[in-house]
């Protein structure tokens, strides 16, 4: 019989060979080959506040360090032994091999300190080391929290969301690093923050986040740098929790493997693709032309989630579709379905249209998004397309107009027509381009009146802006665009911008306009082409007048010349000559948002979160919105890092 001496012998030998080839690879990488140490990591960690917390099992892949030097280079990274097999050390270490391979094991608990979601070793690195070799997946440990005062970043956000949502659940394993993932994710399972969690409860969600990880993990998740826990709550968004609950490991990892690129772009998501304007069909290849053969015919189905008597949203929309059918007659057959006013009702009327044959869908509101994507991945061979913008999605291409073109034509006219240099600005929804468009109406307005004033109301806020405007003394108003380049829609319902006539009639000047049918005829142009992107890239369309989809209806109301100076401004933005951000435009604080010598990207046009000087008002955080407006805002809002849990289910 083999001696237990022996057998640990041989398992230091493994064990130290290890160690040596992690330390080597991590040296090449030019990374610390050696465990962190948290002396090093929080200098003033014996200043700081501390919280003893009871004897609980940690996971072991989170203890990534030491809290003093001491004896860190005995140990590669993951805590792999390194010194020869004859030292003390290995001697030492050789006892506790043979311990845990025996009937008592190892049962005293480490002693460390818990710092940002991390653990690092205070007595019991030798156990840790012998533990994680033998693949332990928890280790029972006597933990210090240390809580750090006057960080403010994101990430720190997010750690205190986390101690919440440990002491509740008692469960260490899911760090996320965004505020208000603690909260989606609580929401996604049906309880609510702070409430506390029974034990089966707990064992519940560590087994299922186990084997969710595992299925990760296998997938190539951790080796390509992203995080399990971000790829969890994108799986919860199509799966429910009792279903990946119930998912055998085979299935798990089959349902994964259908989101990766989704999984992929939720990771990255600077890397998702702004087509700010058609496809060049001159410009494919052969071998994509063969690789991703073109339809010759399209069905096609539109998604609204009301109709058009009702919303003038889904007029525009509706008759963009008529547009294509007309357009593309030959090539393609449009089918309308109305009324997906609900997540469940989007899904089943999303279902519905691919059963009816659709190949390509558009849904036209950004709350149907979620609805979509699960389509999508149940779904694969047909093409998914929502009305919205910056989606991390591959699955989902998304789409939308760039609005704050027409907005600055129409600042132009309402600065002219400013002649006691205020002029008013209604704002819809904290989101996505929004502040882009403020901006960009502001500039013009400067343009034709450098002494003007924008003072900005929110429609999500104030139930009557045009009357908190009026008082103020405002006479110059941009409003809500009309929704179709329908001059009759100046006339009526306060659309666009309009002046208050010294009668207190409003008197309509102009306002941007989506041309949809000819975005709708781009993109179905680009797939029966071959030219759209792969199905695996995240793609956002963002088009605008150089592409012929948003364009400025004019009302006789405005004067001949400032019509011909906005008019010669919208043809300079037809072909490109002209871009309303390559000036010089400092924000509220002072500081510069564009410094009119280098273009602002796409990216950083939309995901723009600070207004022009000349803007009196300000971004409305999500607290502060009518509670009928919370839902888009959580999808699509600028500050939408910053919802506060507690809230993120508020009706």
Same mark, same amino acid.
């Given at each position: 019989m083999i001696s237990s001496n022996t057998i640990a012998l041989d398992e230091y030998v493994k064990a130290q060979r290890m160690g040596q080839k992690e330390k080597k690879e991590l040296e090449a990488l030019g990374m610390d080959p050696f465990p962190a140490v948290l002396d090093e990591v929080f200098p003033d960690v014996a200043s700081a506040s501390v919280q003893e917390l009871p004897v609980s099992d940690v996971?072991?892949?989170?203890?990534?360090?030491?809290?003093?030097?001491?004896?860190t280079n005995a140990f590669s990274a993951s805590f792999l032994p390194l010194p020869d097999p004859g030292s003390e050390f290995a001697i030492k270490w050789k006892a506790l091999c043979t311990a845990h391979l025996s009937d008592v094991g190892i049962r005293d608990p480490i002693e460390c300190v818990e710092y940002l979601g991390n653990f690092y070793v205070v007595e019991g690195n030798k156990r840790v080391s012998v533990l994680r070799y033998f693949g332990a997946v928890r280790i029972p440990a006597r933990v210090t929290r240390v809580l750090p005062s006057g960080l403010s970043d994101p990430q720190y956000a997010a750690y205190q969301e986390f101690v919440e949502f440990q002491k509740a659940t008692g469960i260490w394993d899911i760090q996320f690093k965004k505020p208000g993932d603690y909260s989606r994710l609580?929401?996604?399972?049906?309880?609510?923050?702070?409430?506390?969690?029974?034990?089966?409860?707990?064992?519940?969600?560590?087994?299922?986040?186990?084997?969710?990880?595992?299925a990760f993990n296998s997938l190539g998740g951790m080796k390509q740098g992203r995080e399990p826990e971000e790829?969890?709550?994108?799986?919860?968004?199509?799966?429910?929790?009792?279903?990946?609950?119930?998912?055998?490991?085979?299935?798990?990892?089959?349902?994964?493997?259908?989101?990766?690129?989704?999984?992929?772009?939720?990771?990255?998501?600077?890397?998702?693709?702004?087509?700010?304007?058609?496809?060049?069909?001159?410009?494919?290849?052969?071998i994509q032309k063969l690789i991703f053969p073109a339809p010759k015919h399209l069905s096609v189905a539109f998604v609204y989630e009301k109709d058009p008597d009702s919303s003038p949203w889904t007029k525009g929309h509706a008759e963009g579709a008529e547009y294509l059918a007309e357009a593309l007659s030959d090539s393609v057959t449009v089918n309308h379905y109305f009324h997906a006013d609900s997540g469940e009702t989007a899904e089943e009327i999303i279902t519905k249209a691919v059963s009816d044959g659709a190949e390509l869908v558009f849904t036209t509101t950004p709350p149907m998004l979620d609805a979509t994507l699960r389509a999508a991945v149940t779904y694969p061979r047909a093409r998914f397309f929502n009305c919205s913008a910056c989606q991390p999605l591959s699955s989902?291409?998304?789409?939308?107009?760039?609005?704050?073109?027409?907005?600055?034509?129409t600042g132009v006219i309402a600065g002219a027509l400013a002649e006691n240099d205020l002029v008013g600005y209604v704002g819809s929804y904290p989101i996505l381009g929004v502040p882009a468009s403020i901006n960009?109406?502001?500039?013009?307005?400067?343009?034709?009146?450098?002494?003007?004033?924008?003072?900005?109301?929110?429609?999500?806020?104030?139930?009557?802006?045009?009357?908190?405007?009026?008082?103020?003394?405002?006479?110059?108003?941009s409003n809500r665009d009309i929704?179709?380049?329908?001059?009759?829609?100046?006339?009526?319902?306060?659309? &666009?911008?309009? $002046?208050?006539?010294? @009668? *207190?009639? /409003?008197?309509?000047?102009?306002?941007?306009?989506?041309?949809?049918?000819k975005l709708y005829e781009n993109i179905v142009h680009s797939v029966l082409s071959g030219s759209a992107e792969k199905k695996d890239q995240a793609v956002n369309y963002w088009w605008g007048m150089d592409s012929g989809v948003i364009d400025v209806t004019f009302s006789e109301q405005v004067p001949s010349g400032v019509r011909t100076l906005a008019e010669t401004l919208m043809d300079m933005l037809k072909?490109?000559?002209?871009?309303?951000? &390559?000036?010089? $435009?400092?924000?509220? @604080? *002072?500081? /510069?948002?564009?410094?009119?010598?280098?273009?602002?990207?796409?990216?950083?046009?939309l995901k723009m979160d600070r207004l022009a000087e000349c803007v009196e008002g300000f971004i409305p955080e999500y607290d502060e919105i009518f509670p009928m407006s919370r839902a888009l805002v959580r999808e699509l809002g600028v500050h939408r890092d910053r919802i506060p849990p507690e809230t993120e289910d508020a009706p």
């Open positions: 996971p072991a892949d989170r203890i990534v360090g030491t809290k003093a030097a001491g004896r609580l929401s996604a399972i049906g309880k609510k923050p702070g409430e506390m969690w029974t034990v089966s409860e707990k064992r519940m969600l560590i087994s299922t986040y186990y084997f969710f990880k595992q790829a969890l709550l994108l799986f919860l968004k199509v799966y429910s929790y009792e279903a990946l609950a119930d998912m055998s490991r085979a299935e798990l990892r089959k349902a994964l493997s259908g989101l990766w690129g989704d999984v992929k772009a939720v990771s990255e998501p600077e890397t998702i693709k702004v087509e700010t304007t058609p496809a060049d069909d001159d410009k494919v290849s052969v989902v291409k998304s789409y939308y107009c760039r609005t704050y073109e027409g907005k600055f034509i960009a109406f502001a500039l013009g307005v400067r343009m034709t009146n450098p002494r003007a004033r924008i003072l900005l109301e929110w429609t999500c806020m104030n139930a009557d802006c045009i009357r908190t405007l009026r008082e103020k003394g405002v006479r110059v108003i929704p179709v380049p329908d001059a009759n829609y100046l006339k009526h319902g306060q659309y &666009g911008t309009f $002046l208050i006539g010294s @009668d *207190g009639e /409003l008197e309509p000047l102009a306002s941007p306009c989506w041309l949809w049918g072909k490109g000559q002209l871009d309303p951000f &390559g000036q010089r $435009l400092a924000a509220q @604080d *002072g500081s /510069l948002i564009s410094d009119g010598e280098t273009p602002l990207s796409s990216m950083e046009i």
